[in-house]
Every structure is written in C-alpha cells, then in structure tokens.
C-alpha cells in the first residue's frame, strides 16, 4: 500500500518545486496586488488596506488616455507584425526547400542581442537627418516637418519591430503542419490559387494568426521600453505611468491598481479575440 | 529550391479546359514565389537592420556622445571592451544571473514538465494552465506585483532578487520547450525500461532524461536568452544592482559607449556559438547511434 502511494505522489514530488515557485513568486504577487490596489496612506506613513475603490476609478480618470494609446499602438502594432509575417511564415513553410532552417534562424536572431540594444540602434538610424527618415518622408510615412522620432508612428514602429520573430514562429509552425494535400485536393476541385489559399490556408492557420497575435498583443501593452526610447511625453504608455507610479512616485495603489485593470483589459480582450476566431479553448496554446 | 514537388497550389494533373492553362498558371506562380521571396528577404533586413548597425559601428571611430555618424575604422573599443568598470560589473551580473537563472530554471521546469507529459495525476489540467498563465501576463504586471510583495515583506531587492524573478518568468518557457519534445517520444521506451525493473528515479535519468537531452537543450538556451534580455521586470527588481540592459537603457539619453556595441556582439556569438555546439553535438550523438544500431 505504501509502496502505491509513494507511487502516486511521485508525479507530485517532480511538479513541486516549479509549480511552487511560480506560486510563491508569481500568483501570491499577483494576488497580493489586489490588496495593494486597494490600500491608502503615502510612503512615510504606510500604508493600509481600507478598501478604497476610489482609487480605481481614479486611475481610469486620470490615466485612460494612457490605456487607449497602450491597447491602440499595441493593435496596430499587431496588425501590421501579421501583414509582414504571414508571407514570411509562408515562404519559409512552402519555398524556402533545405534554407528553411538558416531563414529560422534569422527570425530568432534578434533574440540574442538585448532588446533594449536593439531599440537603442533604431533610435539611432531613425534620427531626424538620417538616410531612413529621408525615404520614408519621400513615401509620406513621415509628415514635412521630417521628425520621426518622439512621434506615435516611431513607438509602433519599435514594437512592430522588437515583437515581429513572436507572430512569425506560431504562424510558421502552423503553416508548415497543414497538410499539403488538403490544398491540392482544392486544386484538383477546380478553386484557382487564390481562393484555395482563401478558403483552405487561411482557416487553416488560424491558431497560429490567434497565438503570433496574443504573443505580440500582450507584451506590446504593457510595453514600456519602445515609447522611453523612441517616443516622447506625448507617446506615454500605460507602462511608463505603472513604472513611474512604482519607482518615482511611490504611489503603490494607484500602480496596483493600473496594473491590475491592464491585466483584465487584456484577458477580456483575448476572450473576446478567441470568441471571433473560433478557438474556444485558451490552453490549447499552452500545449 | 528549383523543384516544385512541395508547392502547394501546383495542381498534380492540371485540368487541361480550364480557363488557366498550365503554362500560364506556372508563369503566374513564378512571379508570385519572387514576390514572396522579396517581401520575405525585406523583412529579415528589417529584423536585423539594428543587430548590423550594431556590429559596424562598434568599429566607429566616433567623436562626441553618440555613435552614429561614421567617422572611420578603428579597434580601438574592441581592444577595451571593459574601459567602463560600471559596464563591466553590469555584464558581469547579467551573465552570473543568467548562467544561475538556466541552470534553476532548467531543472524544475524539466521535472514539472516530465510530470505534466507523463503523470496522469489530479489537478493536471490545473497546473498546466497556471504553467501558461506567465506567459500571457505583460512583464510589467509581474515586475510590478513581486516588487510590491517585496515591500510587503520588507524584503530589499537587489542580485537575489533579480535571480528569483528571473528563474520565475524562465520556468515556462522551459517547460512549453521540454513539453513538445517529450509529446513526440514514444512513452513505451519508458514503460519498458519500468518494466525490466527500473525504480521511477532511474528510468528518468537512464531514459528519460537522455531522450528529451536535446529539448532541455534548448529550453537552457530559451531560458538564458531571456534572462539576459530581460529589462522590464529586472528594472523593477533591481535595487541598486546594475545588469547590461539596465545599463543600456540608462546610457541611452547620454548616447550609449561604443564598448557597449563590442560587448552586444561578443554575446551575439556566444550564444550563436552555444546553439552551434548544441546542434553539432546532437548530430554527432544521432550518428554514433545510427552506428551502434547498425553494428
């Protein structure tokens, strides 16, 4: 008898140790905040829970700017990370023959240098005299006045570029899974390129266009790196106030509580994404 | 790359009425595969237009704060990498950090992962969730809820509690990476192994844990690049503690020293180089057990 229930528990002793840190260190906190965002007092005195809700409503009055223009660039930023990712997803799957692994790897490359390194050299190519803002004034992506940076259009810029590898991979993956056959049978039935791609690809890779978008669309909101170095006051993300609330002001609650609502603004919003795009189920992106 | 076996669309007997011809319809595929081709080469250049400029101009001879007017070749910043000491003692942190973050991280998300893939326990459909819950959290909430459990517990931060932060955003990457290798290993092998008598320690490290070698492999290289990389949730976290990309972000209003370019580089081809021995090890182990099944 023992010896079966030494035997069951053993799948427990192997979870434990990473199961318990991730609560210790990540869900404790995280419920911690609850109570954080619902505290009063300021640094010198302390402070204490007194269940002050009043804080919430006014970090949306004074900070739903913030919000709209975290959820808006971070949606653009999807938007436009998915029209560059799908044909290179989709070339690497189909055309890219024996380089399919060195195109891989260039997508991951900029994982190895810091991400931070990485916006800092774009804050260099991107200033105001350089060779790159020339062009884009040219295209009319930059107004006359020809600045780019400390603008909206320079923070999406960042994120499109610092997220775009997390929206290539899924896409990759599930494109390379579809079965060839499946579009070859469309052509077969008749259905030109276009409409085969239409209505066989397309719906095909729809977990992989709901996991890139989830995987650019979280980071992107809480983001705060992009709109410090490339943006300016006017590109304030909700990051930068939670980050200044934390570190500078010292104004705990209101921080609590702004990252608090960020979290739910964010999970109602993949509800309401995976609702549109059929996946019924969250944790099928966990596998 | 010339033939066309694995094209999609490339109709296996083209019907020979339709509208289309095949000859046609080919000319069109062709130019929409160097369509795709272009828009594909773009955006590479694109994901690493900032990595070369990062390169080139750590051999800029630069004058004045920031380095990005070309002013001619020089060695000078890779013959000192480490001029600045406050630059040196941020790289030397983050690697500490990192190599102690992957090598924790690494052996409990292997084990938790192990027993999500092989375990049918109670509360397993649970823990996998909550395994996925880290990842579709913004680092910023979870920079911001363990500094303030920190406060709460008087605890000061600092090195340890970057480390802890760090093992904790690492774990499931680890496990989401050994997961997938371990979903396509025949679970059979075990079994037997269990079977000749093999206690449940033993069949993890004499057979588990030398098949799914080449997934924790890679999860340690996931877990050390993050690590690394990471800035949001160790500016929280940080105390006084410097790392490379706090120092980075702290250099950028100032114009970021060229050394740091240098630095960036050498770790680009150290972790390039990891992966490269991970690759050539793994195809030198499928050889020699090519050879020893074929004896």
Redesign the interface.
Known sequence: MSLSRRRKLLPWWFALPGLLWLAVFFAIPILNQVSVSLMSGDPEVGFKLTWSFSTYWDAIRDYHAQFTRSIGYAGAATIIDLIIAFPLAYFIAYKAGRFKGLWLLLVILPFFVSQVMRTASWQLILNDDGWLVARMQDVGIVSGDGRFLATGKAVIFGISYNFLPFMVLPLYATLDRIDRRLIEAASDLYCSRWVAFRKVTVPLAVPGIFAGSLLVFIPACGDYINSSILGSSNTTMIGNVIQSKFLNVLDYPTAAALSFLLMGVILIGIAIYGRVLGTKNLTELAG | ?ATTQ????????A?TA?P?GPRN?RE??RG??WL??V??TL??L??????L??IV?SFNDNKGR???EWKGFTLKHWAHPFADPDLAKALENSLLIAVLATTIAT???T??A???V??R?RGR?A????????M???????G??????F??LGIGTGFGTIL??H??FS??YV??TV??RL?GMDPHVEEAAKDLGAG?VTTFFRVTLPMIAPGVAAAAVLAF?LS??D??VT??NAGQTQT??LF??G??RQG?PPQ?NVL?TM??IL??GLMLVNVLVQKRLAVRDKARRGA
């Open positions: 790359m694995a094209l999609p669309s490339e109709p296996v007997s019907p339709a289309p319809d069109q595929g929409r595969k795709l081709g828009w594909s955006a590479i694109f994901l690493v237009a900032p990595i400029f990062m101009f920031f380095n990005f052996m409990m998300g084990l938790l192990v027993a999500l092989r375990h326990f459909a823990a996998d969730f909550f395994v996925f819950l880290p579709a959290s913004p680092e910023v909430v979870m911001a809820s363990l500094l303030a459990m406060l709460v802890v932060a093992i904790m774990i499931s496990v989401v997961k997938s979903e449940e690049a690394i990389d800035y949001i500016s929280f490379f990309p980075i972000f250099a950028t970021v740091v960036s770790l680009l972790v390039l």
